[in-house]
């Protein structure tokens, strides 16, 4: 008789976040569906001993969030998640602060200028809909409640709680491929950045080519080989949509010296399935031109609410 082996040792993250988030320690980051009756493999994010857990962080103005933001969060976290590939383990989601939103703005014609709390508000809206339900279905992912100044001492707290019980933690930030440039490859986060071209087009992707033009400094393009998920393996709850078999993930390395690899890793669609446009500059454009009647439906496939978004907007007036 083959001996049986014992489950691999894990933990709950949003355990630690409480550790390390010492701002508000009964922070409750992600929705426990198995206290609402759900199946154990659809609970909080898990952290296990025997692999590297990585979480992918997303920084952005959102101002406004538009569903271009949705699709990149979601289309990168269905191809990353998988425990016998990539293993991201959560998505955190962070707005900057609104200094940084002024000088976005300070050329705009019409300069829109939503506070932290509005952008937060909508960034929840759009991808909790449905409050219990909405969270269940994406419980992958935190809305961090400060703006991301409150991200870097916090990163290093939580890396350091998780570390001392033997859990380690890679850190990846999700970027769109127009801060990926093939010429200048940003380098953000503590081991890489994740990218997709699920709603922009990428420069280091050749318009119906298979070879991706390699990025300066970093080692050639290869193809992971990680496991494909199938179709139906997991519930609709508790998951990103599956992926989509006819895409591809792609990872690129440099040596960082005094830190170790660094990584790009690029999730290939095959089909972009929005507007390549579709950016937080046009919505406010959109607004900026149009008139009070038409602005719903001149939002409409753009915005992740536009009813709400109106409704932000006619607050701040008042």
Same mark, same amino acid.
């Given at each position: 008789?083959?001996?049986?082996?014992?489950?691999?040792?894990?933990?709950?993250?949003?355990?630690?976040?409480?550790?390390?988030?010492?701002?508000?320690?009964?922070?409750?980051?992600?929705?426990?569906?198995?206290?609402?009756?759900?199946?154990?493999?659809?609970?909080?994010?898990?952290?296990?001993?025997?692999?590297?857990?990585?979480?992918?962080?997303?920084?952005?103005?959102?101002?406004?969030?538009?569903?271009?933001?949705?699709?990149?969060?979601?289309?990168?976290?269905?191809?990353?998640?998988?425990?016998?590939?990539?293993?991201?383990?959560?998505?955190?989601?962070?707005?900057?602060?609104?200094?940084?939103?002024?000088?976005?703005?300070?050329?705009?014609?019409?300069?829109?200028?939503?506070?932290?709390?509005?952008?937060?508000?909508?960034?929840?809206?759009?991808?909790?809909?449905?409050?219990?339900?909405?969270?269940?279905?994406?419980?992958?992912?935190?809305?961090?409640?400060?703006?991301?100044?409150?991200?870097?001492?916090?990163? %290093? #707290? $939580?890396?350091?709680?998780? +570390?001392?019980?033997?859990?380690?933690?890679?850190?990846?930030? *999700?970027? &769109?491929?127009?801060?990926?440039?093939?010429?200048?490859?940003?380098?953000?986060?503590?081991?890489?950045?994740?990218?997709?071209?699920?709603?922009?087009?990428?420069?280091?992707?050749?318009?119906?080519?298979?070879?991706?033009?390699?990025?300066?400094?970093?080692?050639?393009?290869?193809?992971?080989?990680?496991?494909?998920?199938?179709?139906?393996?997991?519930?609709?709850?508790?998951?990103?949509?599956?992926?989509?078999?006819?895409?591809?993930?792609?990872?690129?390395?440099?040596?960082?010296?005094?830190?170790?690899?660094?990584?790009?890793?690029?999730?290939?669609?095959?089909?972009?399935?929005?507007?390549?446009?579709?950016?937080? %500059? #046009? $919505?406010?454009?959109?607004? +900026?031109?149009?008139?009070?009647?038409?602005?719903?439906?001149? *939002?409409? &496939?753009?915005?992740?609410?536009?009813?709400?978004?109106?409704?932000?907007?006619?607050?701040?007036?008042?």
């Amino acid at each position: 008789m083959m001996p049986s082996s014992s489950p691999p040792e894990t933990a709950k993250l949003e355990d630690y976040i409480r550790k390390a988030w010492t701002k508000d320690p009964a922070i409750s980051p992600f929705i426990n569906t198995e206290a609402t009756g759900s199946s154990a493999s659809e609970g909080t994010p898990a952290l296990r001993r025997d692999r590297k857990n990585r979480i992918i962080y997303y920084i952005g103005s959102f101002n406004p969030p538009h569903l271009g933001h949705a699709a990149l969060l979601d289309h990168v976290y269905a191809h990353s998640h998988s425990p016998d590939g990539f293993n991201a383990v959560a998505v955190i989601v962070m707005a900057h602060g609104e200094s940084w939103v002024n000088r976005k703005v300070r050329n705009d014609a019409e300069p829109l200028r939503l506070t932290f709390d509005q952008r937060r508000r909508l960034i929840e809206d759009g991808l909790f809909a449905g409050e219990e339900e909405g969270r269940r279905r994406r419980n992958w992912m935190w809305i961090m409640p400060r703006d991301v100044n409150a991200w870097w001492v916090f990163q %290093t #707290k $939580l890396n350091d709680a998780c +570390a001392r019980d033997g859990f380690e933690l890679e850190f990846f930030e *999700l970027l &769109g491929p127009d801060y990926v440039k093939a010429d200048k490859p940003q380098c953000h986060g503590w081991h890489g950045v994740v990218t997709s071209n699920i709603c922009r087009t990428a420069d280091f992707d050749e318009a119906g080519g298979q070879a991706l033009l390699p990025m300066v400094e970093f080692q050639p393009w290869e193809q992971e080989q990680e496991q494909k998920q199938q179709q139906g393996q997991y519930p609709d709850q508790g998951k990103a949509e599956t992926e989509d078999s006819s895409d591809e993930v792609w990872m690129c390395r440099k040596h960082v010296k005094g830190h170790g690899d660094y990584s790009i890793r690029y999730i290939r669609a095959k089909e972009p399935s929005l507007d390549p446009g579709m950016s937080s %500059t #046009k $919505l406010r454009n959109i607004i +900026a031109e149009s008139s009070p009647d038409e602005l719903a439906v001149n *939002l409409r &496939g753009m915005a992740m609410n536009p009813e709400l978004l109106i409704q932000v907007m006619q607050e701040s007036e008042q």
